[in-house]
């Protein structure tokens, strides 16, 4: 499986655009990455979702290299609702896979 | 409406009792994970079952027990050789199949056990 690495914490303010880079060296060619946000005492929710390039729904954006070894997830102007800690996975269809989450990046954004 | 509950949301127990945290989706997926949560620290994944009838260890598995005996159902029991077993405990659930969406994982609201 591979591992992922991401910042621990990181600090913003309201209105500022926040990437959030994770690292996947060992991604296999069948891997999807997936970001999950998680407010406290609530379970994980589903963000974004991408095997390469670029996608964008209505919430954030994820960039991904050629190489597929790192990804950023990006948040346009946060607000401070955006506090949470978010985590980076990477886990391969056809979702057999056991899902392992790091520690995640605790963001905190200020007014 | 779909989607996964965990039951109770808050749980407290003597120390050295057997307890049962309750699992239940009705969104039709085959695979099914369980969780503990520490405060201020990231998921690690106990138990998880990627069909009815099997199961298989995560990487804290010592202490805890599953079963999977009907495809809605993934119940996570706790026993008194769980060594530190006060934390929070989160179910989820996701589909499996071929292309699409399938490593988006569903999660319950969470069992907050303490152990007195």
């Known amino acids: 499986l591979a591992k992922t690495t991401q910042p621990i914490s990181m600090d913003s303010y309201e209105g500022q655009e926040v990437n959030i880079t994770c690292s996947h060296n060992n991604i296999a060619t069948n891997d999807y990455i997936t970001w999950y946000q998680q407010f406290p005492s609530q379970g994980p929710r589903f963000i974004i979702q991408g095997y390469k390039t670029k996608v964008t729904n209505e919430v954030a954006s994820l960039f991904i290299p050629a190489d597929r070894k790192s990804s950023t997830l990006s948040l346009p102007r946060v607000s401070l609702s955006d506090t949470a800690v978010y985590y980076c996975l990477v886990a391969s269809t056809p979702g057999t896979d056991k899902l392992i989450f790091g520690t995640g990046t605790r963001l905190q954004v200020f007014p | 409406d779909g989607g996964i509950t965990q039951s109770p949301k808050y749980l407290f127990r003597k120390e050295g009792q057997n307890v049962t945290l309750s699992c239940e989706q009705n969104?039709?997926?085959?695979?099914m994970y369980w969780y503990r949560q520490d405060p201020g620290q990231g998921l690690r994944l106990i138990y998880y079952?990627?069909?009815?009838?099997?199961?298989q260890k995560g990487d804290i598995a010592e202490g805890y027990s599953v079963s999977r005996e009907k495809k809605e159902s993934f119940p996570l029991t706790v026993t008194s050789a769980q060594k530190n077993p006060t934390a929070f405990y989160l179910c989820?659930?996701?589909?499996?199949?071929?292309?699409?969406?399938?490593?988006?994982?569903?999660f319950g609201q969470g069992t907050r056990l303490t152990v007195v």
């Open positions: 989820a659930s996701r589909p499996t199949g071929t292309g699409g969406r399938e490593t988006e994982a569903f």
């Open positions: 969104l039709n997926h085959d695979a």
């Open positions: 079952s990627q069909i009815v009838n099997d199961f």
